[in-house]
């Protein structure tokens, strides 16, 4: 029901939002048309009161549009809560249970919705957030097939940032019997969720529930935990969000945690790395419990794909012509989240009062790794030779290696450990045999 309602109100803005979008392309059409008729001075004065016309004429359509959606919505609004309080008087089930994490979740109902709500928060979580829709996945911590729940208590965001007032489904408490003192938590990456860590899982392991945190589990005995967050807010907000998330956990957790292990894909590796920052920064327990963190296919350095975006919105906004503004008002939309990665943005002054459209001189702030922490970077490219001319220039698709591999990160006092895989594509490194040795052999050393 959470869902269905919050899928009927982002429909209401998406109408909202075409409104004025055609609006745009009326004007710039308009606009079109009076610069053509300058050339014929007489009918300069004709036009442009013709056009005034036509601009009452398209503001009172759209304006009524407006006013009959908003109507439509507080309609179903009460045709849904009618619908809500029936099926809880029968006993009926209104949310739907956790997606099984297994490779083969897509073949069902309830893992496609998932995987599709995953999308949109990457596309529009920002606005998800904004608007309180019951589409925003906030942030969870899973254990098993079960959201945890931590803590009770109202969340209230740092200053500077929107109230969290975003719904969660609903949770249990700890489960003793699973607890080890050994915990690795997964962070995944943009348009996904938790489950994104078992792609490919029967391909590549021979079972459809395999993934690394399974097999992390029965090789070194950790308790996987996964993060399922919305991708489309700012990273340093997930970062911040994260790290009292852990915070809770630790202090919830029915043993004693000796080892903290972070996996982060994609953006996971920077929400990771903001946590740690901010964890750090408040005096956070937990941070002094993490031995690895672990980056798969992370843009440190940003991704050139989002600058690409960045760019095409600035050329095509600034010619004047509908063909050209719709389109850049369009891209200009997507998600803080996907904006952050273009440079790598971790902490809220990488976008504090800038503009996240801009294309920088300068680079986000660069936030020192921990102390004590081993760090692995690993990158993938397409072709097996990183150095092929297509691996170069396009990556696993989406990241670079140099960007992956933390090459300009300077402010350490160790090494990060980087591993590259060859003819591997950006989503494969959540779930890849070749990865998966490659933290076993880390987390195994001493």
């Not at 348009?191 to 589990?217: D, I, K, Q, R, V």
Request: charge should be negative; charged fraction near 20%.
């Amino acid at each position: 029901m959470r869902r269905w309602r919050g899928l009927k109100s982002l429909v209401h803005d998406a109408v909202d939002a075409t409104t004025l979008l055609v609006e745009e392309g009326h004007e710039s059409t308009s606009r079109a048309v009076l610069r053509g008729v300058r050339v014929v001075p007489p009918l300069v004065e004709s036009a442009r009161a013709v056009d005034e016309v036509r601009r009452v004429a398209t503001r009172g359509t759209l304006g009524l549009v407006r006013a009959v959606n908003r109507v439509v919505q507080r309609v179903t609004d009460v045709g849904l809560d009618v619908a809500e309080n029936v099926a809880a008087s029968q006993g009926v089930a209104l949310e739907g249970p956790a997606v099984a994490m297994r490779s083969d979740a897509l073949r069902t109902m309830y893992g496609l919705g998932d995987a599709m709500v995953g999308v949109v928060n990457g596309a529009v979580g920002d606005h998800l957030h904004a608007r309180g829709n019951g589409l925003d996945l906030g942030m969870q911590l899973r254990v098993g097939d079960q959201y945890v729940v931590l803590t009770s208590e109202p969340r209230v965001e740092e200053p500077g940032t929107s109230a969290d007032n975003a719904r969660s489904a609903p949770g249990a408490p700890l489960d003793p019997s699973s607890a080890t003192s050994k915990v690795v938590v997964f962070v995944h990456g943009l348009m996904a969720t938790e489950w994104s860590w078992c792609l490919e899982g029967e391909a590549y392991h021979g079972e459809p529930g395999a993934n690394f945190g399974t097999l992390m589990a029965r090789d070194l005995g950790y308790t996987p935990v996964w993060a399922r967050y919305n991708t489309g807010r700012h990273v340093s907000e997930n970062g911040r969000r994260l790290a009292r998330e852990l915070a809770t956990l630790l202090e919830a957790y029915p043993v004693p945690i000796d080892e903290l292990v972070l996996i982060g894909h994609s953006m996971g590796g920077l929400v990771v790395r903001s946590a740690c920052h901010y964890a750090d920064e408040d005096g956070l327990g937990w941070v002094r419990k993490v031995r690895r963190v672990f980056s798969l296919g992370s843009p440190h350095h940003g991704a050139p794909l989002e600058r690409f975006g960045a760019a095409a919105a600035a050329v095509l906004g600034a010619i004047d012509t509908p063909g050209t503004r719709i389109p850049a008002r369009l891209i200009t939309a997507r998600s803080a989240g996907i904006k952050d990665l273009g440079y790598g943005a971790l902490v809220d002054e990488d976008w504090l009062g800038r503009d996240p459209d801009a294309l920088r001189d300068a680079p986000c702030r660069e936030i020192p790794l921990l102390d004590g922490v081993a760090y692995h970077f690993l990158s993938a490219t397409v072709t097996a030779d990183p150095e092929h001319l297509l691996g170069r220039v396009i990556g696993d698709l989406l990241v670079l290696t140099p960007s992956a591999s933390g090459a300009k990160l300077s402010e350490r006092s160790f090494p990060i450990e980087t591993r590259h895989f060859g003819a591997v594509l950006h989503h494969q490194l959540q779930n890849h045999p070749a990865v998966y040795e490659e933290i076993l052999r880390a987390c195994a050393a001493t």
